[in-house]
């Protein structure tokens, strides 16, 4: 489904792209409202066996063997794009969603996108902190801002492409390694901007799969630390 923010001007300043939403973290994020998210603080390790979990086929990199799966969170939301003019071609300028834990609905059935409960609350958002720096603010995780280093075409052309985020030290305060966005299920651009105002943003509606790698070392660390709490 494609929808229209209209803004003023034949250009799209940033801030007006990505608009704080204070409810999170004062980073840019498109308007729009926000679940809350679980407050218990568990990850998928503490509920479901997913660390020998293999990904869909892809010819992504795999994860290294520093790194351990500690969540699958699918995510609901919009890729968005910038139209500058009726003639011009969509510009991708980020994404907004909410993530859910889906990490033993796609232990139990890999096929599948993995299905969220109605009403079940979100753990965490992924928006963009610029036109090129994804962030996911997760529960019990903490704040990881990425860079994508791989992209590869998705099954379906309707569907947003799979891709490999590695974390960037700045910005981060978790210690996440790795995301891969797969699985994905539309946000395509449309193919070009007839109809749209100059300086518009186009809302296309996406999900995906994002698969949550951290530092073993950390999670061990943590495992242990809790533990030796519960002796």
Same mark, same amino acid.
């Given at each position: ?5 209209? !803004? *003023? ?6 801030? @007006? ?12 994020? @498109? ?18 066996? !997913? ?8 010819? @992504? ?8 799966? %500690? ?5 609901? /939301? =919009? ?8 003639? $011009? =071609?969509?510009?991708?300028? /980020? ?17 599948? @996108? ?6 079940? *609350?979100? !753990? ?7 036109? #090129?720096?994804?962030?996911?603010? !997760?529960? /019990? ?12 075409? *998705? ?7 799979? +891709?490999? +985020?590695?974390?960037?030290?700045? /910005? ?11 699985? #994905? ?18 809302? %296309? ?12 070392? $950390? ?13």
């Amino acid at each position: 489904m494609h929808s229209t923010l209209f !803004i *003023a001007g034949l250009t799209l300043p940033l801030a @007006l792209a990505f608009p704080v939403v204070p409810a999170f973290k004062n980073n840019f994020r @498109l308007p729009g409202p926000q679940e809350p998210r679980q407050t218990n603080g568990t990850t998928s390790a503490e509920t479901c066996n !997913i660390s020998k979990l293999a990904q869909p086929t892809s010819t @992504l990199t795999p994860p290294g063997d520093d790194v351990s799966l %500690v969540l699958i969170a699918v995510g609901h /939301g =919009t890729q968005n794009y910038t139209c500058a003019t009726p003639t $011009a =071609t969509p510009v991708a300028i /980020g994404a907004v969603a909410q993530l859910f834990n889906a990490s033993c609905a796609v232990a139990s059935d890999s096929d599948r @996108l993995g299905q969220v409960n109605e009403g079940a *609350a979100a !753990i965490g958002a992924h928006f963009f902190v610029d036109s #090129t720096t994804p962030d996911f603010d !997760i529960t /019990g995780l903490g704040n990881t801002e990425l860079k994508k280093t791989e992209s590869v075409a *998705a099954p379906q052309a309707a569907d947003v492409p799979w +891709l490999k +985020l590695d974390a960037q030290t700045e /910005g981060t305060t978790s210690t996440v390694k790795n995301i891969y966005r797969l699985k #994905t299920s539309g946000g395509v651009a449309p193919a070009n901007c007839t109809g749209q105002a100059p300086g518009s943003v186009v809302t %296309v509606e996406y999900q995906a799969q994002y698969w949550v790698y951290a530092s073993t070392a $950390a999670v061990d660390a943590r495992r242990r630390k809790r533990d030796a709490a519960s002796l």
